[in-house]
Antibody, heavy 121, light 106 residues
Framework: QVQLVQSGAEVKKPGASVKVSCKASGYTFNSYSMHWVRQAPGQRLEWMGWSNAGNGNTKYSQKFQGRVSITRDTSASTAYMELSSLRSEDTAVYYC??????????????WGQGTLVTVSS | DIQMTQSPSSLSASVGDRVTITCRASQTISRYLNWYQQKPGKAPKLLIYDASSLQSGAPPRFSGSGSGTDFTLTISSLQPEDSATYYCQQSYSPLTFGGGTKVEIK
């Protein structure tokens, strides 16, 4: 079955960077795109960007453009999301989410367990 | 960006009640609308995709309808395990989510 296992919680200082990993299993990693979504405490889900398995491209939310980088290591079946220049407002749970099918590339069918990133001085 | 507005923001209903949650998009999105269920401390779980298609494994008491700008999620007979927050999400880039509807059991 499809499983996405994310790296553990992180505590970072303002201005630092964080890199969250998402190890996939149970399917052909190369065939399915991966999105990243975050949720600040008590807030709605917020889309950050995605890695398109079809053409290898990435696309980011304008809000995070210049601060976020989404990459994939196909040999390790692992996706990564790196966020730089962290500020307190970036404190949130970060999720990776695989698309439901190769066609439904904006439907988030499978989710990782989430990684809490706390930004505090 | 397309704004998604859900109502109500919370509701309380009894076991067996029929519950309806609405989601409105700021511009037409055809049927590109998904619904997720999230329980405290857990990741969201896909319930309905493309407005009305039931995700595999989701209980059949959940159904979705709508197109254009107005959508609904209906729970035909509320169960205790349905206590959760429900989010809608539209599929045009950038993806955006509604503010959530917290469903509590009386």
């Amino acid at each position: 079955q499809v499983q996405l296992v994310q790296s553990g919680a992180e505590v970072k200082k303002p201005g630092a960077s964080v890199k969250v990993s998402c190890k996939a299993s149970g399917y052909t990693f190369n065939s399915y795109s991966m999105h990243w979504v975050r949720q600040a405490p008590g807030q709605r889900l917020e889309w950050m960007g995605w890695s398109n398995a079809g053409n290898g491209n990435t696309k980011y939310s304008q809000k995070f453009q210049g601060r976020v980088s989404i990459t994939r290591d196909t040999s390790a079946s692992t996706a990564y999301m790196e966020l730089s220049s962290l500020r307190s407002e970036d404190t949130a749970v970060y999720y990776c989410a695989r698309v439901l099918t190769v066609v439904l590339t904006a439907t988030l069918g499978y989710w990782g367990q989430g990684t809490l990133v706390t930004v505090s001085s | 960006d397309i704004q998604m507005t859900q109502s109500p923001s919370s509701l309380s209903a009894s076991v067996g009640d029929r519950v309806t949650i609405t989601c409105r998009a700021s511009q037409t999105i055809s049927r590109y609308l998904n619904w997720y269920q999230q329980k405290p401390g857990k990741a969201p779980k896909l319930l309905i995709y493309d407005a009305s298609s039931l995700q595999s494994g989701a209980p059949p008491r959940f159904s979705g309808s709508g197109s254009g700008t107005d959508f609904t999620l209906t729970i035909s007979s509320l169960q205790p395990e349905d206590s959760a927050t429900y989010y809608c999400q539209q599929s045009y880039s950038p993806l955006t989510f509604g503010g959530g509807t917290k469903v509590e059991i009386k």
